[in-house]
Nanobody
């Protein structure tokens, strides 16, 4: 069973940066696509970014392109989301999720993902 724990959330001013981490345990992530989702109060959960098992393919929601960067360190069993130029509309609970893939292919920003973390809160406010 794969356990995921997010960290790195917090309060940041508009224009600021945060780096979220998703630390995995129980299994190695090198055979899993990893995605970040977010959910703001009263809104549906949306896919933010994903990275495939090899790290050779990434995908971003249009709303974060050019500002967010996803990366993975399989040796540390961790995936990161670097968030720059944060806007108030980026405020949400951010979740990482994993999906096992037998072969490396493109990742997607939609379910199903089999494993989920508990989330980390990101607040963007002056």
């Amino acid at each position: 069973q794969l356990q995921l724990v997010e960290s790195g959330g917090g309060l940041v001013q508009p224009g600021g940066s945060l780096r979220l981490s998703c630390a995995a345990s129980g299994l190695t992530i090198d055979s899993h696509d990893i995605a970040w989702f977010r959910q703001a109060p009263g809104k549906e959960r949306e896919g933010v970014s994903c990275i495939n098992r090899s790290g050779g393919y990434t995908k971003y929601a249009d709303s974060v392109k050019g500002r967010f960067t996803i990366s993975r360190d399989n040796a540390k069993n961790t995936v990161y989301l670097q968030m720059n130029s944060l806007k108030p509309e980026d405020a949400a609970i951010y979740y990482c999720a994993a999906r096992r893939r037998v072969v490396s292919s493109v990742c997607v920003l939609s379910p199903p993902y089999n494993y989920w973390g508990q989330g980390t809160q990101v607040t963007v406010s002056s």
